[in-house]
């Protein structure tokens, strides 16, 4: 609610269906859910409605296939790609949740990390890859041991399951409190700070030090394996055999198997992941050294670099919700074209703090550089071009950590639709932008995932056997100076971004930090992936 009216906030739940051969979209189908703020700072989904929601998007994409004359017994694998870090803890006796899953961007956790803080020495990540943030399961697990009675009982009880979305999915839909398979794969364990990403193991003196019962922990698996049968509706007996977090679905989508491949996917935030193949990079920059994937039980696992940005197409979606100077998302593009610059303009959208590389939870959200010209266009050119600038920060980390600057970036994401953003991409990288002709690479990756899984094997993931994809080509059209310029002025403007909060634990013993979150972000909840042998689908 914001004065006197009220805003309602939605994620998205798909499913899409491939073609396993060529990769085609065939069909799908998505589901809109409600985003949950109770308090300043706190970011919440229900998750039976996400279930709900998924059942939905089965049944629905199944129906569309049977008007196709496309038969759903072809339908031989299901994949699922999720928000990494949201966090989940059921009753396993009633299959219940026993709280609103709490979502990535939340910041209510901000005061148990700075009380962890000054319980380690220094900032050693190497065990987990990460830093000590808000951002992370394990930090949000911890809050809800300490502060909701009935997760603390179904603990001591012996009923209580953690997981992130995967793994709420993967264990209802094998049958939850009838035999559900309680698993994750090693994507989405590296995101928890709970999990070795050398070992490939939950770490016993990470679940020490945060107080975490292994106990309640998933099993890790691969992200290619079967992991259960569908248990019931359109898809029943149907193995779910992919299992990767959303970032690196997309990284799979676009065939970066290679070391020192990157891609970056504009979506709520902006996510910016290098393949390092084997070996796991440690960055001096402000990156996260994370997990890009493990496609088989038997298979080596590889590594990434990550640079995480909270608010991308978030800031576009401030500007019509919070602002009201668009009436559609698609009009911002509209604006920025009329101007073609922002007058000197520069917006920081850090609205839940600063990620990578700076890492800097007490910054907010600024719009600086304004004269009396500026004007509504002006606005909408700066906010396109902050996430521009954002990812600029990050690949000049990459590039730095891995000694060999990346000739392209190849994207993707629902905001890659925007024209004008790409192209002032390439002009801010200096460097050409490659754009898939099927930008949500996300589902294909987890379809893929599923399709290459051992006892499925209707997808090959070996480099000669992988589909081409058709793309769109941005190539720089300013000189490089004036890029440098421009960025020059936009690290200036972030300088002032910082150092804008603290954070408080009130009188109650809730912990929270008192913030600015974008109003009418769009975050995609999780997706389920669908594929056959003749047909994909994701």
Known sequence: RAGTKEIKFCCVIYLQVFNAKTAELLSHHQVEIQQKFPKEGWVEQDPKEILKSVHECVERTCEKLQQLNIDITNIKAIGVSNQRETTVVWDKTTGEPLYNAIVWLDLRTQSTVERLLKRIPGKNKFRTGLPLSTYFSAVKLRWLLDNVEEIRQAVDDGRAMFGTIDSWLIWSLTGGKNGGVHCTD?????????????????????????????EI?????????????????????????????DQSAALVGQMCFQDGQAKNTYGTGCFLLCNTGQKSVFSEHGLLTTIAYKLGRDKPVCYALEGSVAIAGAVVRWLRDNLGIVKTSQEVEKLAAEVGTSYGCYFVPAFSGLYAPYWEPSARGIICGLTQFTNKNHIAFAALEAVCFQTREILDAINK????????????????????????QSDILCIPVVKPSMPETTALGAAMAAGAAEGVGIWSLNPGDLTAVTCERFEPQINPEES???????KKAVLKSMGWETSEAPSNGDTSIFCSLPLGFFIMSSMIMLIGAKYVSG
Not at 219 to 226: D, F, G, M
Not at 484 to 490: G, T
């Open 401 to 424: 950590d891995c000694g060999i600057p990346l000739n392209q970036l190849q994207v993707d994401g629902g905001m890659t639709n925007n024209k004008v953003l790409m192209q002032l």
């Open 217 to 245: 922990l998933p099993k890790v698996r691969s992200s290619s394996e079967i992991y259960g049968l569908m248990k019931s509706g359109a898809l029943t007996g149907v193995p779910i055999s992919g299992c990767l977090g």
């Open 484 to 490: 440098e310029y421009r960025y020059a002025r936009w």
């Open 186 to 214: 090693v994507t989405n364990a590296s995101r928890t700070m709970l999990f070795n990403i050398h070992s490939l193991e939950w770490d016993p003196e990470l679940c020490q030090f945060f107080d975490i019962p292994m």
